[in-house]
């Protein structure tokens, strides 16, 4: 049987639409589109802070799943203009230069909230090693 864990992020979303912020499956994390909200509700104004926001909660959800932005071999961006194209790709390579996963950028006519101007997911691979499990018995 595989190792499961479920992330959450504690969005009121997460149990109105029935999903989790990641998921981990052996040693595969999967996290859900991440927009970019403060606790309060609240969201800043500009792409570049957003698209950092979204990382941080990002960075977060990998590591309540066992993982780190290191282990991150797959992004997706999600922007409402093009404009902000530029801003948000200098927070992405900030964070992930030297990781270098592969990454989409799509402009998209609209995100679930009208304020959100960005929003990301990731896929990461941990390793080969259950957290749970003794060196070498992976699966097990």
């Keep these: 049987m595989a190792y ?25 994390v999967v996290v859900s589109g991440t927009a970019p909200v403060w606790p309060d509700g609240s969201c800043p104004p500009d792409a570049e802070t957003q698209a950092r926001r979204c990382l941080e909660i990002l960075a977060a959800a990998l590591a ?5 932005l290191a282990d991150v071999v797959r992004t997706r961006m999600f922007v409402t203009d093009r404009a902000d194209a530029d801003a948000v790709g200098r927070v992405h390579g900030a964070v992930f230069g030297d990781v270098r996963p592969a990454a989409t950028m799509v402009v998209v006519a609209g995100l679930l909230d ?10 990461a691979i941990v390793g080969d ?3 749970d499990a003794p060196p070498g018995t992976f699966g097990t």
Excluded: C, H, N, Y
């Design 114 to 123: 009208p304020r959100w101007k960005v929003e990301i997911e990731a896929e």
């Design 4 to 28: 499961r864990k479920r992330v959450s992020s504690g969005s009121p979303f997460e149990a109105a639409i029935g999903f989790s912020r990641a998921i981990r499956v052996d040693d595969r």
């Design 129 to 131: 090693q259950r957290p």
């Design 64 to 68: 309540d799943a066992g993982a780190e």
